[in-house]
């Protein structure tokens, strides 16, 4: 079993920042990929990032290449957006999700575990 929780949402202006946070517990942290998706009003939940157990891949899909970045810090078992030049469209509510493997994936049908998800409002 997984536990996962984010946080670090809230409401900024288009061009600001945020970073969210999402902390794991009830497995070895580094054994999972971990990924950010997210659902905004009358759409479909759509994949933001992927990051491997170790850290060493990532990925994202276009439209935040280049504006979010994904981390972790395996010692505190959490996964990190930062997301930098943020666009209303970037508003939605964002979820972390986990898969018991160390590879990471974009399709959120392999993923295992979620958490509530935090809301990211821009305003513009």
């Known amino acids: 079993q997984v536990q996962l929780v984010e946080s670090g949402g809230g409401l900024v202006q288009a061009g600001g920042s945020l970073k969210l946070s999402c902390a794991a517990s009830g497995r070895t942290f580094s054994s999972l990929a971990m990924g950010w998706f997210r659902q905004a009003p009358g759409k479909e939940r759509e994949f933001v990032a992927a990051?491997?157990?170790?850290?060493?891949?990532?990925y994202y899909t276009n439209s935040v290449k280049g504006r979010f970045s994904i981390s972790r810090d395996n010692a505190k078992n959490t996964v990190y957006l930062q997301m930098n030049t943020l666009k209303a469209e970037d508003t939605a509510v964002y979820s972390c999700a986990a898969r018991t493997s160390s590879t990471g994936t974009s399709s959120e049908r392999r993923y295992d575990y979620w958490g509530q998800g935090t809301q990211v409002t821009v305003s513009s």
């Open positions: 990051i491997s157990g170790s850290g060493s891949s990532k």
